[in-house]
């Protein structure tokens, strides 16, 4: 069995934490990079940036797409891997949205964590009314089914979600208690373990971010779990309230990661009562940099995810009233302050607060009369690298294309996103993706890359010749 992604960054980030530690150095000192997209500066060093993917978003909005593929490098789905969701009627599985994110995350080298197999919400109430062996049984055939079939592309799964409730750290009253006892959270563990042993399995809640009676709970929990070797991770939700990062959440988690743990943020976003001032998007960025600070802190800390992407597409205006703007882009995907505090944490540049002021170069189009036309610009170059957008224009209907350049000189992809094929040497040779393959006469779709160059060079454009596939 191949490591999967996720293991394999664990293991990259035990590295650099012992050589962090063992120089005294911090890591934002240390691993300062020019990496200007959250997900280049992760996985520099060895760790998720994850995001929770809307599906209607992903089907119909390319930019939200974009900002998808260019920023993170895990996914999460926000609803679609529910059980509502996967079983709506006992019996009747529909994976087809589940299946949409992950061929998305696949195409763009994500990777995909699973959320959720038990939780008390967004359960269909054909499974509420069961009680008893009826509903062990059912409750035991969701979580094989479901992680046999998304078995070796989904790495780490929610296997029970919010089971602790908030009353002084008791058992949550919810129908699967109600209906088997307090073995439920077992017989769970002990399913998805057999269902998938090569997934990381994790349980999962809010306010368990810092030391308090519901985090000692699952501690618990989690001991003896562990003790039967059921569990691997511990997720934080971290849906927190601007200024309230708890002054104890690294200890919380170092004590989860002590019991052999990973760790992970897994649902983080940062509400502010509307309408937030320039000066809370500041305190704001702080919270989120000291979120991303306390994982890459810990070595066992596999991630962290936001939940959402702009700040329109969040679930907080719905839920909690009055608060809003929790997110990192806001809703002209542009990243917020809290953007550029989170890629600093990462070791990434901060990047520009403002768009680049080059002025962009373009190549000369090829002949019209082509099937398609290609152009690419420099967006933001900077002393070792540069970001590019490229366009696809189709001068007749298209059911796909490749794009091809040779670079003039050592300039190479570093990451890339909308495109895949041969992209990483002299010669690049890049098709589409699934979703933006298909175009009418008249249509453009655009992709993107990042180079490496050579120190202080000028970041080239070379010629593209674009043909339809
Ligand atoms: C939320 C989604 O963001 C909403 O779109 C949906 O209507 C309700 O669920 N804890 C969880 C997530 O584990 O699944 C929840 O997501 C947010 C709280």
């Known amino acids: 069995m191949l490591l999967t992604r996720q293991r394999r960054r664990a293991v990259i980030a035990?590295?650099?934490?012992?050589?962090?530690?063992?120089?005294?150095?911090?890591?934002?000192?240390?691993?300062?990079?020019?990496?200007?997209?959250?997900?280049?500066?992760?996985?520099?060093?060895?760790?998720?940036?994850?995001?929770?993917?809307?599906?209607?978003?992903?089907?119909?909005?390319?930019?939200?797409?974009?900002?998808?593929?260019?920023e993170f490098n895990s996914v999460t789905a926000e609803n679609v891997m529910k059980m509502e969701s996967v079983q709506p009627s006992q019996g009747q599985f529909n994976f087809a949205p589940g299946d949409r994110l992950v061929n998305f995350a696949q195409q763009?080298?994500?990777?995909?964590?699973?959320?959720?197999?038990?939780?008390?919400?967004?359960?269909?109430?054909?499974?509420?009314?069961?009680?008893?062996?009826?509903?062990?049984?059912?409750?035991?055939?969701?979580?094989?089914?479901?992680?046999?079939?998304?078995?070796?592309?989904?790495?780490?799964?929610?296997?029970?979600?919010?089971?602790?409730?908030?009353?002084?750290?008791?058992?949550?009253?919810?129908?699967?208690?109600?209906?088997?006892?307090?073995?439920?959270?077992?017989?769970?563990?002990?399913?998805?373990?057999?269902?998938d042993p090569n997934a990381d399995l994790y349980m999962n809640d809010y306010s368990i971010d810092g030391v308090n009676a519901k985090s000692d709970r699952y501690y618990q929990i989690a001991q003896d779990l562990v003790a039967r070797d059921l569990l691997d991770g511990m997720g934080f939700q971290a849906h927190l309230i601007l200024g309230q990062v708890p002054g104890t959440m690294e200890q919380n988690l170092q004590r989860f990661a002590d019991l052999g743990l990973k760790v992970r943020i897994t649902e983080l976003d940062v509400r502010i009562q509307m309408p937030a001032s320039q000066q809370e998007l500041e305190q704001q960025a702080q919270d989120f940099q000291r979120v991303v600070e306390i994982c890459t802190n810990i070595a066992d800390c596999s991630g962290v995810t936001v939940w959402g992407v702009r700040d329109g597409d969040s679930w907080v205006p719905d839920v909690f009233e009055g608060y809003g703007a929790p997110l990192l882009f806001n809703?002209?995907?542009?990243?917020?302050?809290?953007?550029?505090?989170?890629?600093?944490?990462?070791?990434?540049?901060?990047?520009?607060?403002?768009?680049?002021?080059?002025?962009?170069?373009?190549?000369?189009?090829?002949?019209?009369?082509?099937?398609?036309?290609?152009?690419?610009?420099?967006?933001?170059?900077?002393?070792?690298?540069?970001?590019?957008?490229?366009?696809?224009?189709?001068?007749?209907?298209?059911?796909?294309?490749?794009?091809?350049?040779?670079?003039?000189?050592?300039?190479?992809?570093?990451?890339?996103?909308?495109?895949?094929?041969?992209?990483?040497?002299?010669?690049?040779?890049?098709?589409?993706?699934?979703?933006?393959?298909?175009l009418s006469a008249g249509q453009s779709t655009s992709f993107g890359f990042n180079i490496t160059k050579p120190d202080g060079s000028t970041a080239s454009v070379p010629t593209v010749t674009c043909t339809p596939a």
């Open 14 to 70: 035990g590295v650099v934490t012992v050589a962090t530690a063992a120089l005294g150095l911090g890591l934002s000192t240390q691993f300062a990079s020019a990496q200007t997209t959250l997900r280049g500066a992760a996985d520099d060093i060895g760790i998720d940036i994850g995001v929770a993917v809307n599906d209607s978003l992903l089907q119909n909005n390319q930019a939200y797409r974009e900002l998808v593929a260019r």
């Open 108 to 195: 763009n080298d994500m990777s995909v964590y699973g959320h959720t197999l038990v939780w008390h919400s967004q359960s269909p109430d054909w499974v509420e009314n069961l009680s008893g062996t009826a509903l062990r049984q059912a409750m035991e055939n969701h979580i094989t089914t479901t992680m046999n079939h998304w078995e070796g592309d989904i790495f780490a799964w929610d296997v029970v979600n919010e089971v602790v409730g908030d009353n002084n750290g008791q058992l949550r009253d919810s129908f699967w208690l109600q209906g088997m006892g307090e073995n439920y959270i077992r017989w769970a563990f002990e399913a998805a373990r057999a269902a």
């Open 331 to 438: 809703d002209n995907n542009q990243p917020k302050p809290a953007y550029h505090a989170v890629l600093e944490a990462l070791g990434g540049d901060g990047g520009p607060t403002t768009p680049p002021t080059s002025d962009p170069v373009t190549t000369t189009p090829p002949p019209t009369g082509s099937g398609c036309t290609a152009t690419l610009t420099v967006q933001s170059p900077w002393n070792t690298g540069a970001t590019y957008a490229g366009t696809v224009k189709a001068n007749q209907s298209l059911s796909g294309w490749t794009v091809t350049w040779t670079w003039p000189g050592s300039e190479r992809i570093s990451n890339a996103w909308s495109i895949q094929g041969t992209l990483s040497g002299a010669t690049v040779t890049a098709s589409n993706v699934g979703y933006n393959g298909t």
